[in-house]
């Protein structure tokens, strides 16, 4: 763990969750002494903020001193006012804003060796070797020169008389750590980079709202996105909206497209579909290098279909707008880690890149990820394109893969028979995703030659007979749907078992795919047991988690979580700017969860909260009192606004009224309270992008899954298969999505408060009081060690991100 040395900060304990992992001492990573410079350049991207702040108020914690260089490599070649240092109040209030608040341009004098000398020169008077540049491969590149050039700018520096002769001792070695900031995504070696996901919030939000003006004049659309050499954006939101038709730099479209095109563009309304909507990338191109724009694509559909068509360009607002609550974790989290590693760097160690594989945040030598980003392009320029597809990594290439099975429908004459029949259901609360993964599952399926059965209302609906064969036009549309239009409920089938049997031999069910939370996990280990007793249930069963509460076992996401976590950060921030240009205020916010505290805890990360009370972390009446004298002091000095987050059954006595009668006693004369409970407004809306494609990609991998353990199990004219890999929730564990047998879960679950044992989130803890300004541990011990890029990660790390 990592312990703040005694630099004011209010005490905490924090009691871990894993007190058996490896522990690093603060001794071993002390910053005292040091000086770390942190800059963003290039292109803005939301999120970067995000960054800056973690990346400030880490430094500050471990007590090194912190440095903005605004205007990015221009700020550091001008010196002067462009250097500041950094101070815990400099970096409040950022965390909502987009764009970044220290500036960004670009530079050509620093591409000099002139400019980088000027740029040495005011790094040395301010007593800066460490370096967190936040941007993208350009900027990362620019970084590695100057560390390269380092001693011999400084022993230049020397001989023209700008620095003493010991200076060269004394600064020996400048560091730098990266983070990639960038909307495009187009950085190998990290499966999202800041700014992606609410670039897809951007478009999503556009392409929603023009869906429904295309429905009711019958309308094309023709929408161009950004990405001039990465068609990240428009393949994922493709994916994320349904789109007829996408065109992207890296898989070019093959000739005769044009009449493919329009042939589907036909097929889709005379399947009484009322709209089409056609995502073009900036840089998309054909076989010949030749680009491809929206008006070539808009005039084509006039003069071959004579369909009424518009064009629209998003451009810029792509990179606007407030971070999604998706980008502000993971700077938080990246920002973190980049002082982590400059904390732990040597003269020898190479300059390195902060990056994201599934859930676990990795060091990649930088040079290694610039390259590999510069031979996608180097590919793209000699038209090897499908080796292009697999250079981008597997999350690009499950994309594609993902987007053609679900978009193309191949002909019957096509498809094989397979002649099992697999019903998908939700069960439990709904959750914004689930209509994505129906949709998902129902084509997929078709696809792989089943027949798809959709099963109304969950297990009441199944033993009532509420069972209906689902065509492939039928889940037209429902990718952008919130709630679950399946119908869910929360019964489980321990009571109706027999009927239920009894449903699936009338229906002749093969195969089951179970859609929800703890209620599915706990319906699939009554099904499995009762496989014992009834045959009909020696089938293959998989399970996908679905819960905005990310309660499942087994899993460390859930479909439905993101947009209920964007849910809750949206609230936050209009709740504490209702207070803004007012007196001192304190918001006490409840949020859903049942007895899991991930909503609470991970969302007042991205909100910033000051404190957040969870079931799993108990708490006292003197931790209570130890948090109000914490924001007293804090509101005396710097902040005009608190918030604390509560979970809603972290404590059966300290309820939200209870806490907010006491912050509003204790708080008197310094600041008021107010409170506010969320409600089910976490479980409404429509899907975030990230919940859309999380659905979308791992139900298309459940039904190939489903697919295998059905041929496998398919003897003398029958499906047999019972067991326990045959009854499976598929989960993201760290990097990787894995199949796991329900029964071996059992030991992980706590039935009574329904929630998994161990919760990999509970180490963000630490990170949100931290940068709420309080003394506590830190655990290290799952932070990104040093690694090398390889081409193919095992097991498809990359398809665990969903994105």
């Excluded at 428009?234 to 044009?258: H, K, R």
């Excluded at 869910?488 to 321990?494: V, Y």
Aim: aromatic letters at 6%.
């Amino acid at each position: 763990m990592v312990q703040a040395p005694d630099t004011g900060l209010a005490q905490e304990t924090v009691k871990m969750a894993q007190p058996d992992s490896k522990k690093i001492f603060f001794e071993n990573l002390s910053g005292a002494g040091k000086a770390i410079a942190v800059l963003t350049s290039g292109g803005d991207a939301q999120g970067m903020n995000a960054a800056v702040r973690a990346v400030v108020r880490m430094g500050l914690y471990v007590g090194a001193k912190v440095y903005f260089i605004h205007e990015g490599y221009q700020g550091m070649v001008d010196g002067g006012e462009n250097i500041k240092e950094a101070t815990w109040e400099s970096v409040s209030s950022m965390l909502q804003v987009g764009g970044t608040v220290i500036g960004s341009a670009r530079c050509k004098e620093f591409r000099s060796h002139e400019g980088r000398l000027k740029a040495a020169h005011n790094l040395v008077q301010h007593g800066i070797t460490n370096l967190c540049v936040i941007g993208g491969d350009g900027s990362l590149t620019g970084a590695n020169l100057f560390r390269e050039e380092w001693s011999g700018l400084l022993t230049e520096l020397v001989e023209q008389g700008s620095i003493e002769a010991d200076a060269v001792q004394k600064y020996s070695a400048l560091h730098i750590v990266g983070m990639v900031g960038s909307i495009d995504n187009d950085f190998c070696g990290t499966d999202m980079t800041i700014g992606t996901d609410s670039a897809l919030h951007r478009i999503i939000e556009v392409v929603d709202a023009i869906m429904t003006t295309a429905q009711s004049h019958q309308r094309t659309f023709v929408l161009e996105v950004m990405g001039r050499h990465c068609g990240y954006l428009a393949l994922v939101s493709a994916l994320a909206c349904g789109a007829d038709w996408v065109l992207i730099p890296e898989m070019p479209p093959e000739d005769g497209w044009e009449d493919k095109m329009c042939q589907k563009l036909s097929a889709n309304r005379a399947g009484m579909k009322r709209l089409n909507i056609i995502i073009v990338a900036e840089g998309a191109i054909d076989h010949k290098n030749k680009p491809i724009t929206t008006d070539y694509v808009k005039d084509l559909v006039v003069k071959c279909l004579g369909f009424d068509t518009r064009v629209t360009i998003l451009g810029h607002v792509q990179r606007g707008g407030t971070p999604s609550a998706f980008d502000r974790i993971l700077a938080s989290r990246m920002g973190v880690e980049a002082v982590l590693a400059l904390l732990e760097t040597t003269a020898n160690t190479p300059a390195c890149v902060v990056s994201l594989c599934g859930n676990q945040s990795v060091r990649l030598p930088l040079m290694e990820c610039v390259q590999m980003t510069q031979e996608v392009q180097k590919a793209m320029d000699e038209k090897r394109f499908e080796e292009a597809v697999k250079l981008r990594g597997r999350s690009f290439e499950n994309n594609l893969k993902t987007y053609k099975l679900l978009a193309h429908r191949k002909p019957e004459s096509e498809l094989p028979t397979s002649n099992f029949n697999v019903a998908v259901l939700n069960v439990g609360a709904p959750a914004a995703g689930m209509n994505a993964a129906v949709r998902s599952a129902v084509r997929v399926g078709i696809s792989e030659g089943h027949k798809m059965f959709a099963v109304s209302d969950g297990f009441e609906g199944f033993y009532k007979g509420q069972i209906k064969e689902i065509k492939w036009a039928d889940v037209g549309g429902w990718t952008g749907q919130g709630g679950s239009l399946l119908g869910t409920k929360r019964t489980l089938p321990a009571k109706y078992v027999d009927k239920i049997a009894e449903q699936m031999r009338e229906n002749n069910i093969n195969a089951l795919l179970i859609i929800g939370g703890f209620e599915a996990f706990e319906s699939l280990l009554q099904l499995c047991e009762a496989r014992a007793a009834y045959e009909e249930f020696c089938i293959p069963m998989c399970m996908l988690p679905a819960t905005i509460s990310n309660n499942v076992p087994g899993t460390d996401l859930s479909i439905g979580a993101d947009t209920a976590l964007n849910a809750i950060v949206e609230t936050c921030d209009r709740i504490k700017q209702s207070a803004s240009g007012t007196k001192r205020r304190v918001f006490i916010i409840e949020t859903m969860g049942g007895y899991c505290g991930y909503l609470a805890s991970v969302g007042g990360l991205a909100a910033g909260a000051d404190a957040a009370y969870i079931y799993e972390e108990p708490f006292d009446i003197r931790d209570l009192q130890a948090n109000v004298e914490h924001l007293t002091e804090k509101m005396k000095t710097s902040i005009q606004r608190g918030l604390v987050l509560r979970n809603e059954n972290c404590s059966e006595n300290y309820t939200t009224d209870f806490i907010y009668q006491l912050y509003s006693e204790e708080g008197r004369g310094v600041f008021d309270s107010r409170k506010n409970v969320l409600g089910h407004m976490q479980q409404g809306g429509a899907p975030s992008p990230f919940d859309r494609n999380f659905g979308t990609k791992i139900s298309a991998k459940a039904m190939q899954w489903i697919t295998k353990k059905l041929v496998e199990s398919f003897r003398k004219g029958r499906v047999f298969a019972n067991t326990e890999d045959t009854c499976c929730l598929l989960g993201m564990r760290r990097r990787a999505l894995v199949f796991q047998p329900v029964v071996q879960l059992k030991g992980d679950t706590d039935f009574v408060h329904r929630i998994p044992k161990e919760q990999w989130w509970l180490k963000l803890r630490p990170l949100m009081k931290i940068l709420a300004k309080y003394k506590t541990s830190y655990d290290v011990s799952d932070s990104g060690q040093l690694e090398h890029v390889v081409r193919n990660r095992p097991r498809e790390s990359d398809a665990s991100v969903a994105m």
